[in-house]
């Protein structure tokens, strides 16, 4: 069966590390998002993609990069970690078909700790 | 910009209780919306969604209404099990302004006691 995946599930990092999350999905969606959430926010929006090579800047994007090299992964990378990165991390994907409103699919998410 | 607004909770019933998860929102046009829910561990999942106003999403019970006139979108459902206690989000996406974003609300922790 298709799914997302993303790797690893838990990570503990130290301030000023750079630490990157993978995400991979099998469905051959256009559209990847990366979200982040934490209590009393709910789910932001941190960099999205509409296909490879593209990428795009959500509303928490400081601190973060992704890139689109193909259509199954989109890592995200934070640049020098630090405490306020503490979170639990969302990787989502969407087929995209142009002018339709598309189901997002979530990944199981990861728990990283910055000390 | 758009967003999102629900109640936060923790809302706790007892099984078999009527359930309501209110939902407003703000944006231009004319979003799509949704309700995610997340049990504990996992990622989100699509509970139900409707893209224009007066539809009806339903979904393993649980039905919600998109009215424009109120800009709402309540979860309801009328006898709640254990196994529906989860996290609810109630999201956006409005194709004029940010194709295929969603922007979400806080989430509201719904606890179902036997």
Not at chain 2, 14 to 31: D, H, M, Q, R
């Amino acid at each position: 069966d298709a799914e997302i995946t993303q790797s690893p599930r838990h990570k503990i990092t130290e301030t000023g590390r750079q630490v990157t999350l993978a995400c991979h999905q099998t469905w051959n969606h256009n559209n990847m998002f990366w979200y982040r959430q934490d209590l009393g926010h709910g789910l932001r929006l941190i960099h999205y993609s509409y296909g490879v090579q593209d990428t795009n800047k959500g509303e928490v994007s400081d601190g973060y990069s992704v890139s689109r090299s193909n259509t199954e992964d989109l890592p995200l990378t934070l640049e020098s970690a630090a405490s306020s990165q503490t979170s639990v991390y969302f990787c989502a994907s969407a087929q995209g078909t142009g002018g339709s409103t598309d189901t997002q699919y979530f990944g199981p998410g990861t728990r990283l700790t910055v000390l | 910009g758009d967003s999102v607004t629900q109640m936060e909770g923790p809302v706790t019933l007892s099984e078999e209780a009527f359930l309501t998860i209110n939902c407003t929102y703000t944006a231009t046009g004319y979003p799509s919306l949704f309700w995610y829910v997340q049990y504990p561990g996992e990622g989100l999942q699509l509970l139900l969604k409707a893209t224009k106003a007066d539809d009806k999403g339903s979904n393993k019970g649980f039905e919600a209404t998109y009215r424009k006139e109120t800009t709402s979108f309540h979860l309801e459902k009328g006898s709640v099990q254990v196994s529906d206690s989860a996290v609810y989000f109630c999201a956006l996406e409005n194709s004029g302004g940010s194709n295929y974003k969603l922007t979400f609300g806080k989430g509201t922790l719904l606890t179902v006691n036997p």
